[in-house]
């Protein structure tokens, strides 16, 4: 029963790849950071698509602070390729980069109308209405379009 708890205190302190690999993970363990043993599947994604010491020779040419954003890069274009394994990331790329034409494309025609409506309507006064000529004219309002005015009764 000691030997399995102290085998179990091991367990927990392994990083996935070496939780994956069934081995001891050492205290300089280069994958550690990036891939913690809560989460194995993040490891998985990314060694069925790079292998491990392809991982671990990108890793140890990078700088240290680099690291942690490739290695999400790494889990992103994994998943990508695990949900369209023919474009992988490069299939949302070309999605979004059609989102972003067509929303241009509606943006100049939109700009286009605005302008269109500006030039057409800047000086624009309404034209009198045929009874307001005539008012004008006469020079006297007969209020004929007011119910309550007291001539109609």
Same mark, same amino acid.
């Given at each position: 029963? =000691? #030997?399995?708890? @102290?085998?179990? @205190?091991?367990?927990?302190? $392994?990083?996935?790849?070496?939780? =994956?690999? $069934? $081995?001891?993970?050492?205290?300089?363990?280069?994958?550690?950071?990036?891939?913690?043993?809560?989460?194995?599947?993040?490891?998985?994604?990314?060694? #069925?698509? *790079?292998?491990? %010491?392809?991982?671990?020779?990108?890793?140890?040419?990078?700088?240290?602070?680099? $690291? /942690?954003? /490739?290695?999400?890069?790494? *889990? =992103?274009?994994? @998943?990508? #390729?695990?949900?369209?394994?023919? =474009?992988?990331?490069?299939?949302?790329?070309?999605?979004?980069? #059609?989102?972003?034409?067509?929303?241009? %494309?509606?943006?100049? @025609?939109?700009?286009?109308?605005?302008?269109?409506?500006?030039?057409?309507?800047?000086?624009?006064?309404?034209?009198?209405?045929?009874?307001? %000529?005539?008012?004008?004219?006469?020079?006297?309002?007969?209020?004929?379009?007011?119910?309550? %005015?007291?001539?109609? *009764?």
């Amino acid at each position: 029963m =000691y #030997r399995f708890h @102290k085998l179990d @205190k091991m367990t927990s302190t $392994r990083c996935a790849v070496c939780k =994956y690999f $069934r $081995r001891r993970c050492p205290p300089d363990c280069i994958f550690a950071p990036y891939f913690l043993n809560d989460n194995p599947q993040r490891f998985i994604c990314v060694h #069925r698509f *790079y292998g491990a %010491s392809n991982i671990g020779k990108m890793l140890e040419e990078m700088p240290v602070q680099l $690291r /942690a954003d /490739a290695v999400d890069s790494l *889990y =992103y274009e994994a @998943k990508c #390729r695990i949900q369209d394994p023919v =474009y992988g990331c490069v299939g949302i790329i070309t999605s979004l980069h #059609r989102q972003i034409q067509i929303a241009q %494309s509606q943006l100049a @025609k939109a700009q286009a109308e605005i302008s269109f409506l500006d030039a057409n309507f800047v000086g624009f006064e309404p034209t009198p209405s045929l009874s307001e %000529s005539l008012v004008q004219q006469n020079g006297f309002e007969q209020g004929l379009d007011d119910p309550f %005015s007291t001539w109609f *009764y």
